[in-house]
């Protein structure tokens, strides 16, 4: 009678994508939009392999990917809402500017 030992490994990039996550969510101005969709882009292949073959992995890896996926989300939508907010803070000054410009006229 062979004992068969088949020791989990971990998810491939969990601890990258969860530091990418987490910076996103620290540096939401532009960069940190760009982390988060690193991050989600990083997760996307070993969160499929983790459903594929969940015996193979780590559970506490796969936690890490998925804190790591929705800190990047997360991240995605702040930096876009940063990116939101400056936008129209430049178009409401340069409405201000043209507006002042054409009273002074």
Do not use: D, Q
């Given at each position: 009678?062979?004992?068969i030992e088949t020791r989990q490994k971990?998810?491939?990039n969990a601890?990258?994508?969860l530091i990418?996550?987490?910076l996103s969510l620290v540096l939401c101005?532009?960069?940190g939009l760009i982390l988060g969709i690193v991050a989600?882009?990083?997760a996307s292949k070993p969160r499929l392999a983790y459903y594929a073959n969940p015996n193979e992995y780590t559970e506490s890896s796969f936690k890490n990917l998925r804190a790591g996926?929705?800190?990047g989300i997360i991240g995605i939508c702040i930096g876009l809402a940063v990116l939101a907010f400056m936008l129209l803070m430049v178009l409401g000054i340069?409405?201000?500017s043209v507006g002042s410009m054409f009273l002074q006229g």
């Open positions: 009678m062979e004992i971990e998810l491939p601890t990258a994508v990418l996550g987490i101005w532009f960069v989600v882009a990083l996926r929705i800190c340069t409405a201000l």
